[in-house]
């Protein structure tokens, strides 16, 4: 389901990364060499049609406003891209409000590997929404399939962004993106996509779309990484294993040897301290009740979900036994939403992984609800699912009550720390020896790094201008 239609079918559209015949990483839709070799530059054959997005229309509502006339006025309706007059065959409501119904479902390839007498029950799935934004993935295809190099990921943030004076309307990001989250607008002809609320984000304010959220399902936090194993841990033979193995990019913040080398590369010791608060680090790492969306599309995303604990079909009904693990456990393979579909979605295909997160989920609400019924469970029974009371009720927090402080842990960028004296800086207008180019009317020095010193404006300018922004 969703948008485009059947976004997932990464056969037909070619997103996200295979490993070649020698086990390295190369786009599925093929490399730039590959793509000028077979002269498909010229050419999107896996790009998603206009009918996939669904046309987007109007009508015609001057009919009904317009003269009098002989007949029964009727607005019809007319496309917002050619002004012609379309036949409606499918919309976003046939997803939104009926999940896409059987044609949809037939074709969902999270079905795969299920049995096909669940697959017969699952009309009596109730609704599932998954909401999808840009992954802000940490090795982005939508990056490397930009032939201009508009597309680019953000030293200092890791946010995805597009840079819209480089775009060149390839449109090969949108293919490239497995999850199908940039777009083209046919106004202005360029690449649009989240932007995380990047000017947000740099003064410690969470995006509008976490802010809003009335649900407050929404966290966001800081997470370290180690940079130069991504390569190697996408390259991971079994797609299986990519959660596993992304799980050990995430660097422990209150490891003194992390902190250490964190101060060593830069990191400021207030980032360090919101690590180590971080409700990511959290949910993801520590605990692991958070999965990242599909990662056998070997993007490494960093948009992670935590898996819906849904409503069990009626098999602690009647029973004495509803505070015992052994009556937890086979429950949760009976969940209207099969774990199989969920593992489908979450861990490429495990679900060992999904089903330790929720029998951890369904432990802290069973130990909260005896607590307020004078019932308490063992602690043997949490030390089943590796709980232990301190720890389920600083997840209850978190997860049930959080505060906004606690949902939302981001530092400020302080940029004022990228120039060495950013008061010097202010005025200049980028050339050397210019009389009264910088403030207070002197010449202003460069701002050249030791590292710098020595080489061509051309050098300095291809090492760090990168995708149209001035790497910091």
Same mark, same amino acid.
């Given at each position: ?6 976004? +997932? ?50 009508? $015609? ?47 969902? =390839? ?5 049995? +096909? ?29 930009? *032939? ?6 953000? $030293? ?39 932007? &995380?609320?990047? *000017? ?62 964190? &101060? ?30 599909? *990662?056998? !599309?070997?993007? &490494? ?7 819906? &604990? ?42 060992? =992984? ?24 063992? +602690? ?30 981001? =530092? ?18 980028? !050339? ?41």
């Amino acid at each position: 389901m969703g948008y485009p239609q059947n976004w +997932e079918d990464n056969q037909r559209y070619k997103g996200g990364w295979k490993l070649d015949s020698k086990g390295k990483l190369t786009l599925k839709a093929g490399g730039k060499l590959e793509k000028f070799a077979t002269l498909s530059i010229f050419y999107n054959q896996n790009m998603p049609e206009i009918d996939d997005y669904y046309e987007p229309w109007n009508y $015609d509502y001057q009919a009904l406003f317009g003269k009098e006339g002989t007949h029964q006025p009727v607005a019809r309706a007319k496309s917002q891209l050619t002004g012609e007059n379309i036949e409606l065959k499918w919309g976003p409501n046939w997803d939104d409000d009926l999940a896409g119904g059987e044609k949809s479902m037939a074709e969902d =390839p999270n079905l795969r590997g299920i049995q +096909e007498e669940i697959k017969a029950d699952f009309e009596s799935v109730f609704m599932m929404y998954l909401p999808r934004l840009c992954e802000h993935c940490l090795n982005p295809a939508c990056v490397a399939s930009c *032939p201009s190099g508009a597309m680019y990921k953000r $030293d200092e943030d890791g946010i995805v962004l597009v840079n819209q004076d480089r775009c060149r309307s390839w449109r090969f990001c949108m293919s490239g993106c497995p999850y199908k989250k940039v777009y083209f607008n046919w106004k202005t002809h360029k690449a649009e996509k989240c932007t &995380l609320c990047y *000017p947000r984000i740099e003064e410690g304010l969470p995006t509008v779309c976490s802010e809003t959220c009335v649900g407050r399902i929404r966290y966001l936090g800081v997470v370290l990484y180690d940079a130069d194993k991504v390569k190697e841990v996408a390259e991971e033979t079994d797609e299986k294993e990519l959660y596993e193995r992304q799980l050990e990019l995430f660097l422990d913040p209150f490891d003194p040897t992390i902190q250490k080398a964190a &101060l060593e590369q830069g990191i400021d010791q207030e980032t360090l301290d919101f690590a180590q608060r971080s409700p990511i680090y959290q949910l993801a790492v520590k605990e692991r009740l958070a999965f990242p969306l599909h *990662p056998e !599309y070997r993007t &490494l995303p960093m948009v992670w979900y935590v898996p819906p &604990l849904s409503p069990i079909m009626n098999v602690f009904e009647g029973k004495e036994s509803v505070g015992e693990a052994e009556a937890i456990f086979p429950g949760i393979d009976e969940m209207r939403i099969p774990v199989q579909y969920l593992a489908n979605m979450l861990t490429a295909g495990d679900p060992r =992984p999904v089903k330790a997160a929720l029998y951890k989920l369904a432990m802290m609400r069973l130990y909260m609800r005896g607590k307020n019924t004078e019932r308490p469970l063992a +602690e043997e029974t949490l030390a089943q699912v590796g709980l232990d009371p301190q720890r389920v009720e600083k997840l209850y927090r978190l997860l049930a009550i959080a505060k906004y402080e606690d949902r939302f842990v981001l =530092p400020k960028a302080h940029r004022e720390q990228v120039l060495a004296d950013p008061e010097l800086a202010h005025g200049t207008v980028g !050339y050397e020896g210019c009389p009264g180019c910088g403030s207070g009317g002197h010449r202003a020095e460069p701002i050249v790094t030791e590292a710098q010193k020595g080489k061509s404006g051309a050098e300095i300018y291809a090492e760090n201008f990168y995708g149209g922004i001035w790497r910091d």
